[in-house]
């Protein structure tokens, strides 16, 4: 077709399956297995659809204000977004706009370089070492623009504030984004180093540690400059991306710290638990501070077991990529979810 020529083509993000069968063990795209704070519930319920005749607030301040409040900073340092793909898509086309490639590792997050190549930003990859750690030195040269997670997805590895820190020193020309979807899970943020580094971008999410995948709530915390630029480029796309539910949902989430922090403490034990289990069935992985594990087994294909497990309604994450294909993502689940898996992993390696 003649109009095809002037389309922007891209390949797009493939998200993890979202199965439509009951009774399926979904540890396959890193959500929280317990429901949403009682609060949150409660600001559902309480929630008069009458309202819904008027645009939401397009600053979405009660929930910004709510965020500053729990991260110590002005509610002029926080942008929210729909979701941290929003946030870090709009950051993407605010903050990389140079002829110098933009820096991510070679193994991460997938959907950096779907948004690069959308958005036509040139961008390099840096080859994580063999135990799937970054090598510093790689981001010590000219470019255009750092993202990294930490901790890293789908490897689990966090890295050292300290090895930011350097990255940032060195690259006083380009803004660094640190995507902490899986902070919570044992990390330490970078975000009281916000105000030490005016180039530095701190973004997380509602999805993980606080059970709300389905809300959709991602922020980004960073030096009052940095969130003026990027909200004039969200304003000049889409003013009122937070609609009033999630303002008033994502709100009452922040307001209860406490089932936050129990919720996050029991997926924590799981996991540690996980570990061994998995360990004493022959797989190997790198230490993970995430709410998954990114793991490989000693003789038989990753891609067998994943195929395996879903013929049994278990769900998790295999990518056949160089370098990552004979790996399992493992989402932590339930104590009961995770018992299940280890239970037919058990009878199903002893039978291959
Ligand atoms: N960053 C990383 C590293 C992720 O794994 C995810 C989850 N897919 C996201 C960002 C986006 O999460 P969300 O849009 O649900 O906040």
Request: overall charge negative; glycine content about 4%; aromatic content about 12%.
């Amino acid at each position: 077709m003649s109009w095809e020529k002037n389309m922007r083509t891209v390949d797009p993000y493939v998200a993890g399956e979202q199965p439509k069968q009951a009774g399926v063990i979904k540890l396959n795209t890193n959500e929280c297995p317990y429901p949403p704070s009682p609060m949150v519930r409660k600001a559902a319920e309480d929630f008069d659809c009458e309202k819904l005749r008027l645009y939401p607030d397009m600053n979405a301040e009660k929930l910004v204000n709510a965020l500053a409040g729990y991260c110590h900073v002005k509610p002029e340092q926080i942008f929210v977004g729909v979701g941290s793909d929003d946030v870090l898509a709009m950051a993407f086309m605010t903050f990389f706009n140079g002829d110098k490639p933009i820096l991510f590792p070679d193994i991460t997050y997938s959907f950096y370089d779907v948004w690069a190549d959308v958005f036509r930003i040139p961008f390099r990859t840096c080859p994580l070492d063999e135990d799937f750690c970054i090598r510093k030195e790689d981001y010590l040269v000219p470019n255009g623009g750092i993202v990294i997670p930490n901790p890293n997805a789908p490897t689990g590895v966090l890295e050292a504030t300290a090895m930011f820190e350097e990255i940032l020193q060195a690259n006083p020309d380009s803004v660094v984004i640190i995507d902490e979807a899986y902070i919570d899970f044992g990390g330490e943020s970078m975000l009281p180093l916000i105000e030490k580094y005016d180039n530095l971008m701190v973004v997380q999410t509602f999805s993980k540690s606080r059970a709300m995948a389905g809300i959709r709530i991602g922020f980004a915390i960073a030096n009052e400059k940095l969130i003026r630029y990027l909200k004039d480029v969200k304003f000049s796309f889409n003013s009122y991306t937070m609609n009033m539910p999630s303002i008033e949902m994502g709100t009452a989430a922040v307001l209860d710290d406490a089932y936050f922090k129990e919720i996050v403490g029991k997926i924590v034990a799981t996991r540690e638990w996980t570990k061994e289990q998995l360990r004493e069935l022959g797989f190997t992985f790198a230490d993970s501070k995430s709410n998954f594990i990114f793991a490989t087994h000693k003789s038989v294909p990753a891609r067998d077991i994943f195929l395996a497990l879903k013929e049994n309604n278990i769900y998790v994450r295999y990518w056949n990529k160089p370098r990552i294909d004979n790996y399992l993502r493992i989402t932590i689940g339930t104590d009961e979810q995770m018992q299940k898996l280890i239970t037919f992993l058990k009878t199903y390696l002893k039978e291959h």
